[in-house]
């Protein structure tokens, strides 16, 4: 007879764990108790406080922009994710990871090289505050791969160019653009922003000092103010501008 047949159930699966019986004195420290330290806490909670309040502190904008350089640090994780199908934690902050992160900026992005910088930047400082830790050799190992790519002057302008034209057809939609306006999609600042009479002034005066080709003259009004331009025997155009009352 066995012993599921005698006592109805199996025998379970145990798992084994070799050890050994040592000593107390072996072992140091052995049956200390821990004692708390009034000074330590103190000084915790002095760090603890110091971290927030200089985070509070610091501009909106460079806050926005530290949190936009730790989404595309997450993207980098996802795009070397894809190459070596291993997810890397965010907070494994190495020479090998950060180094990587400026390749990945200069080649797949192409940003320019101040940009990387920013980035390494805002990478090292959202890090810590995540409470992660950044080795010192990390940036320095940053920073060195960096110094190269900044005496390239093709990848300095990298994001600059010769700016478009403006044509008196785009300052005539200036000039009657309504006074609040809509923040485009993908702005930074997504409230309405109300643009002031002087502005809009400064819009008709640009639009008047352009050669009118076809009408000697010609009349540009909008919501607060209006513009006349007259071209007188001498070729150039003359902008008379007023602001209606109460504006």
Known sequence: MTTTQEYGTALEPVEVVDAELVDDDVVPGAGEVAVHDPVDAVLAALDTDAKEHLNDIRPKKTKDGYTRDWEIWGEFHDWLAERTGTRLPLGKVTVGTFVSFVTYLDQVVEAPPNTIERRITGVTSEARRHGYTVPKEATEAARRALKPLRLDKRRQQRGRGKATAITPNDLR?????????????GARRRHTIVVSDLTRLRECLLLGALPLAAATRRTVSGPAFSCSMRKPQTGLTSPTCRTPPGQ
């Open 173 to 185: 939609k200036m000039a009657n653009a309504p006074r609040e306006r809509a923040s485009q999609p």
